[in-house]
């Protein structure tokens, strides 16, 4: 079943990673609260063994991820919305209101997790100065990740995975990683980039519905 491969894959990260003077790790999953919450989404939303197309966002920031273990899922967004009970601190983020937007439009959760899985292209997230912080921000920080992303996208891809079209959460810096990466080692036949939530919710909120409807038009194509 689907749920036991996402599951899998999270079990096995640990909370060694070496990192670059100043930067540290977000990892959610040493607390059971954590891995109960994404055990209980996967066993509801990544039922069956039917092929999903993968979302890939940059990594885990501290409000969403960061505090439910789910990508783009906050604690608000987690229980209204999915239905999941919990106890993490009430945050809603302004990525995870975007993308359930985008799901609300889509048919809901259940229709929505039948056919995607969201992702990141590097699984853990960083913070630096208490301040979030992305795998792409330093060269340095890159480098040190590039080999624990490439396994973390080959071990997700292995099974359950349409190789036609992936999507890059993100049109600038995520989207050149994501084809970069592509392009070495052959997994997808195509990366279709989507304007990244935070970009839309910060600057172009007044507008969020032509970025609603374009997510819905790649993803239906």
């Known amino acids: 079943m689907f749920h036991d491969h996402v599951l899998d894959f999270y079990e096995q990260l640990q909370d060694d990673w070496k990192l670059p003077k100043g930067v540290d790790l977000i990892y959610p999953f040493g607390h059971e609260r954590v891995r109960n919450l994404m055990e209980n989404f996967s066993k509801k939303y990544y039922t069956g063994k039917q092929k999903r197309r993968f979302l890939f966002g940059i990594n885990p920031g501290r409000f969403g991820a960061g505090m439910t273990g789910i990508p783009f899922t906050d604690p608000i967004i987690l229980s209204e919305v999915c239905g999941i009970e919990n106890t993490a601190p009430r945050k809603n983020e302004l990525s995870s209101i975007f993308i359930y937007d985008v799901i609300d439009q889509f048919g809901g ?24 912080y992305n795998c792409y921000d330093s060269k340095e920080l ?80």
């Open 109 to 132: 959760p259940l229709e929505f997790y039948k056919h995607y899985y969201i992702s990141s292209v590097c699984p853990l997230g960083f913070t630096k100065e208490n301040k979030n």
């Open 142 to 221: 890159y480098n040190c990740l590039k080999d624990i992303i490439i396994h973390s996208i080959e071990y997700q891809i292995s099974k359950y995975c349409h190789r036609d079209i992936a999507y890059s959460i993100g049109q600038g810096k995520n989207y050149k990683i994501l084809c970069d990466l592509n392009a070495a080692h052959g997994w997808f036949e195509n990366i279709v980039p989507l304007p990244h939530p935070r970009w839309v919710m910060q600057y172009k909120r007044k507008t969020k519905d032509v970025y609603i409807d374009e997510y819905l038009i790649k993803l239906e194509n």
